[in-house]
């Protein structure tokens, strides 16, 4: 027959494996030491043990919800930017099929009477540089390879006011967005593309083209996060046109501005 004393010796035994296994062996071991220098008696070593079994499943649980609730966010901030993206392609779709019910029909020229063909010389004849008229060629200018869409208001609208190196982060933007506009880039990224010395650089003017509103940006990077900003171009129907132009015109760096 079992004594109290054997009871508790057994149960003290099976919680030290217990805290052991929860907390790492290299945490526990120093815990069990100071539990046996400070408690001479069995009895109330095991009731403190009991209170540490107790302290540590608390703690456990609320990690297990913190993780939980990072998770969530992260999945609701996820699916927003799905939502948003899809939206975005919706209207571009429907920009498009509207522009190509809009166009008149294509008019077929009159089909003109075939000749013979002739033999293309083989050598193109050079002329003198920035000499006029056409350029002997036996090939075509034509868009090969990749290539990629930008508003025509860019031009029309906003290249007189547009700093030019806002302008050339706004054409690598449209270059790195996808159909719903959507695109992740960094400053350091931004200024090599430009030709600036530093992330300094792109970052201002990233900052400008939030100003103005032609981009908005989705979910903020980091070095910490070792991720770039996620950004979304603003279709040009939703601007106020007059106060992206005034903004796109103010001067880019302090200089400019004691200067003007």
Not at 148 to 153: A, H, L, R, Y
């Amino acid at each position: 027959m079992t004594t109290t004393h054997e009871q508790d010796r057994a149960e003290y035994e099976i919680l030290a494996g217990k805290l052991t296994e929860t907390i790492g062996a290299a945490a526990a071991a120093p815990m069990l030491s100071a539990l046996v220098g400070l408690y001479h008696d069995p009895a109330q070593r095991l009731a403190v043990l009991r209170e540490t079994i107790d302290q540590q499943a608390k703690i456990a649980a609320v990690e297990q919800s913190t993780e939980a609730e990072a998770n969530r966010r992260s999945l609701e901030a996820e699916r927003a930017r799905a939502a948003a993206g899809a939206e975005l392609a919706a209207y571009y779709a429907k920009v498009d099929a509207e522009k190509a019910k809009s166009a008149p029909p294509v008019q077929q020229p009159p089909s003109a009477p075939v000749e013979p063909e002739r033999s293309v010389p083989t050598t193109v004849k050079q002329r003198a540089r920035n000499a006029t008229g056409p350029l002997a060629t036996t090939g075509t200018y034509s868009l090969k390879g990749d290539f990629f869409k930008m508003p025509n208001d860019v031009a029309e609208e906003l290249l007189a006011v547009m700093p030019g190196p806002v302008l050339k982060a706004y054409v690598y933007a449209h270059r790195l967005a996808n159909i719903t506009g959507t695109f992740w880039i960094s400053y350091g990224t931004v200024a090599q593309k430009i030709g600036c010395k530093s992330a300094r650089h792109g970052r201002r003017v990233f900052v400008r083209l939030q100003k103005a509103g032609l981009v908005r940006l989705l979910d903020r990077g980091g070095a910490k996060a070792h991720k770039a900003n996620v950004y979304q171009l603003v279709p040009f129907d939703v601007l106020d046109m007059d106060a992206v132009r005034a903004t796109l015109a103010e001067p880019l760096t302090m200089k400019k501005a004691k200067e003007k």
